[in-house]
């Protein structure tokens, strides 16, 4: 179950998270080699009631807010980016519980492990049956399936007599389907450079019923069954404050790691440790300060969203800049990590250096969608005040 009281606002969620970085970090070796999030580090994260701290306290949950949930996983991803990454999309994922029935969100997010993996379809449809839909889908980069009991289907087209269902503005009108895990086929597709610990793998199902309470659509009102401020907040914005913790906790270990190396590691014969060298000395302040800049940007943006969406909710312009933040904190932990692991020459390259992992794991963060360049277009036509077809 939940940890003692964690539905109490007071807890300090990132000193539950720094305690629990040891343990995972002394497990990053094996969640690498077994590609997984092994079951010791789940149940600590269980235990802590980490998975559940956006829930509100009606669903047993911690009714964290979005700067410590940022925060909590920039602390997780300095230990193990995998675990990080996971634990991000697990917590974000829990704002669809206030889009369900209450019935069906305590089902699926009640129990002690309750948690929910999903991912983008490659060929979905849903049609419409007495009580629910019959479903047909295959979906990829289910991360965490391997500790999630609920799985999701993204992005179902729901047909009706062999045809598209339309909304009012004639677009295909799409679900996202919950179903047990086992009722699906699964595929081991994830052998893959960075994030192995992820489990990102592939699920298809054939013919499954899914009944119409265990489907909804991310954002839309007409399900909403919370008027929490959480559920102001969009669910791909939720996984943008998840996974820039990621970026940003890989890109402060990697710093730090890089800073112990050069106190002690002697350069060309002659020229004393890496410290001493101005270019070093010069680029180490560029990263720092691009890094920090992006980390406090952020942090204010969060904290002004979070305002807002408790007020009279965030404005174009805000969740443009919130965008802008996000997006941003995910270049410049490129752009640390990258300066780490190069200026580390021959001491980065080995398996098991403080940097060859964080490298390989900050590249494979940039792949997924909130990391592309494109977010910048749609911050900047929202700074224009036009509303960009992506929620922001």
Known sequence: MLAPDAHNKSIDWVAQARALAPKIAAASDRIEAERRIVPDVIAALHGAGMFHMLLPPSLGGGDADIVAFNEVIQTIAAADASTAWCLGQQIASTQAAGYLDPKIAREVFGPPDGAVAWGPPAGAKAVVT????????????????????????????????????????????????????????????????????????????????????????????????NDGPLYDVPLLTLYGIGFSGVGLGLAAASLDAFMTLANNKTGRAGRGVMRDNPVIQSEVAKVAGGFNAARAFL?????????????????????ARLRLAITGALDQSVRVVDFAYTAAATSAIFNGSPFERRFRDMHTVTAQGQAHMSNFESAGQALFGIEPSQRL
């Open 130 to 225: 007495d009580g629910g839909y019959v479903v047909n889908g295959r979906w990829r980069f289910a991360s965490g399936s391997g500790h999630c009991p609920w799985i999701g289907g993204h992005s179902a087209v729901i047909e009706r007599d062999g045809k598209p269902r339309l909304d009012d503005k004639g677009r295909p009108v799409m679900r996202t389907m919950l179903f047990r895990k086992e009722q699906a086929a699964w595929s081991d597709i994830w052998h893959v450079i960075g994030l192995r610990g992820t489990g990102s793998n592939q699920y298809e199902v054939r013919d499954l019923f899914v009944p119409e309470a265990y489907t909804t659509w991310r954002d839309q009102q007409s399900d909403r069954t």
């Open 299 to 319: 942090r204010q943006m969060l904290e002004e969203i979070w305002e807002a969406v408790n007020k009279d909710g965030a404005t174009l312009e805000q969740r």
